[in-house]
């Protein structure tokens, strides 16, 4: 039977209780365990996908196409497990299934009321699609005390009843501040979060305590004591010069080995840390740099583009060099600007989004980094700016444009029902901006003695998509007739997927979003590729 493990979170949000479950899950798989991790979110929304990045931060995508919390982008990264569907929900969705089954009458006419109904569909989805793993780490969003949270933390309180105690272990995370004025570290925090959690029904297994600085053991003592935990179960976590040092972190300080000692359970295979060394050797000692730019609308928001920064570093580890990124805000960047603003860059990325706003300031970085032989990625929207870029201005197609910014000038980009064998429009756009979109995994073949195929090394790729417009294949010999190749196209030969520059260093767009794919140890090899271009540029 698996055995569940919880984590929550107290005082303040954005402790780090994603990376926490992740580093956990690795530590448990590298002792030889089969885990799973899952988020329950409580915000009312059925997923995250229409919500803005500057609410919520970067949307990951799944294999089976699932828009979920960012925080399943941190469970792959580490534990290398692929997410699915059914590892991330929402408040909205729970109440979306209890009341579609109320409709069709699934109660029998009974009253419909949180408890029992919302809780039970919060515990089926607990224990759903799980197949002979033996942890299932379930990670509560929000902190404890937060008016959302209540269904989920008590769902997750029966269902310790349901499958016994000795099979369900609690983590609260909380926040031990650091008072710079007083020089004291202060636990009166993490005490009143705990009588929080307790006053629910809930006891804390173990503490995970936050800090900027190390907890003396007396401090932890007095956790221990007033929060009724053994002091072995009292895991501090100082801030790290880097994320990658997390397990290593959280294996120094016995969190893996209390929890199977609490499940007791003995571990299966000697933990490797090695892998992390490494990565963290080459992150905190190397000294060759590059400065990548990233131009988009979200810059001011560090986790809006969370996998493309983790890439972008994957990439720079897997060449033994740090990449700087420089962020540009796409809308306030004027042509007469590009070439100081561009000074000292290695390498232009433009990365998905959507929506016309500052569309003119990515396609004029793009012609820039084109004429002066920059290394170019272009990531979705990021490829469709670039294919406008050229037909404007290489093509002569002055009023080349995207159907997603309106009626005026030539749709090169747009729904794939919007045009017929002609390339005339036929078909207006879905106004429902919610599952409209082509998601999850799918093919593209890519050509013979292409870029594309010596980067991947194979002739058949499977990557993530997000995205509802695309480039009109109607189009494709103009291009490649100038020396744009369509270098990777669906099976059907129908939708572009991928294009590069011919006598170019490294130019080259693809219409899925890598960055979901990459791993610090494995990362993407487009961005190897990219990086070591970058690298490479004078």
């Not at 365990?33 to 803005?52: E, Q």
């Not at 009843?161 to 008072?179: E, Q």
């Amino acid at each position: 039977m698996a055995r569940f493990i919880f984590v929550t979170g107290g005082v303040v949000s954005s402790l780090g209780k994603g990376l926490s479950s992740a580093s956990l899950a690795y530590l448990l798989q590298s002792r030889g365990f089969k885990v799973r991790l899952r988020k329950l979110d409580p915000y009312l929304n059925v997923d995250p996908g229409t919500m803005s990045p500057f609410q919520h931060g970067e949307v990951f995508v799944t294999d089976d196409g699932a828009e979920t919390d960012l925080d399943l982008g941190h469970y792959e990264r580490f534990s290398g497990i692929s997410a699915k569907n059914s590892d991330n929900i929402t408040t909205g969705k729970i109440y979306s299934d209890v009341l579609k089954k109320e409709r069709k009458g699934g109660y029998l006419g009974k009253t419909v009321q949180v408890i029992p109904h919302i809780t039970n569909r919060i515990k089926e989805f607990i224990k759903n699609d799980t197949s002979k793993e033996d942890f299932i780490i379930c990670e509560i969003g929000g902190i404890v005390g937060d008016i959302e949270s209540l269904p989920f933390v008590e769902a997750i309180r029966q269902f310790a009843n349901d499958v016994g105690k000795k099979n369900a272990l609690f983590i609260h995370l909380t926040l031990v501040p650091y008072l710079r004025a007083s020089d004291e570290i202060k636990t009166k925090p993490t005490q009143h979060s705990v009588k929080e959690l307790r006053s629910l029904g809930i006891q804390p297994d173990i503490i995970i305590c936050r800090s900027e600085r190390s907890i003396p053991l007396e401090h932890r003592k007095k956790i221990s004591l007033f929060c009724n935990v053994n002091i072995e179960n009292v895991i501090q976590t100082v801030d790290v010069k880097t994320i990658y040092e997390a397990p290593i972190s959280f294996n120094r300080e016995n969190l893996d080995k209390q929890v199977l000692e609490y499940f007791k359970i003995k571990s299966r295979k000697k933990v490797n840390l090695n892998p992390w060394k490494k990565i963290i050797k080459i992150v905190l000692q190397t000294k060759k740099s590059i400065n990548i730019a990233i131009i988009g609308k979200y810059v001011d928001l560090k986790d809006a583009y969370k996998s493309l920064d983790e890439a972008l570093a994957h990439g720079g580890i897997h060449n033994n060099l740090k990449v700087n990124l420089v962020r540009i805000d796409s809308e306030n960047l004027k042509v007469s600007e590009i070439k100081n603003k561009l000074k000292g860059i290695s390498g232009i990325l433009i990365p998905g989004g959507f929506g016309k706003r500052g569309t003119e300031g990515k396609i004029a970085a793009i012609r820039y980094a084109r004429l002066k032989k920059i290394p170019f990625f272009g990531i979705c929207f990021g490829m469709q700016m670039a294919i406008i870029e050229f037909a404007r201005n290489k093509l002569n197609i002055k009023t080349a444009t995207s159907s997603e910014f309106g009626a005026v000038g030539t749709p090169i980009i747009g729904l794939i029902t919007e045009w017929n064998r002609d390339g005339k429009k036929i078909i207006g756009t879905d106004k429902n901006l919610g599952g409209t979109m082509r998601l999850g995994l799918y093919e593209a073949k890519l050509k013979d003695n292409s870029l594309i195929k010596k980067i991947y090394k194979s002739k058949l790729i499977q990557e993530r998509h997000r995205h509802r417009y695309e480039v009109n294949i109607n189009y494709m010999d103009q291009f490649e007739k100038n020396d744009l190749i369509f270098s990777g196209l669906s099976p059907d030969n129908k939708l572009p997927e991928i294009i590069e520059l011919k006598n170019h260093p490294w130019f080259v767009g693809v219409q899925f979003h890598p960055e979901f794919k990459s791993r610090p140890l494995s990362p993407h090899p487009l961005f190897s590729s990219f990086i070591k271009a970058a690298k490479n540029h004078k």
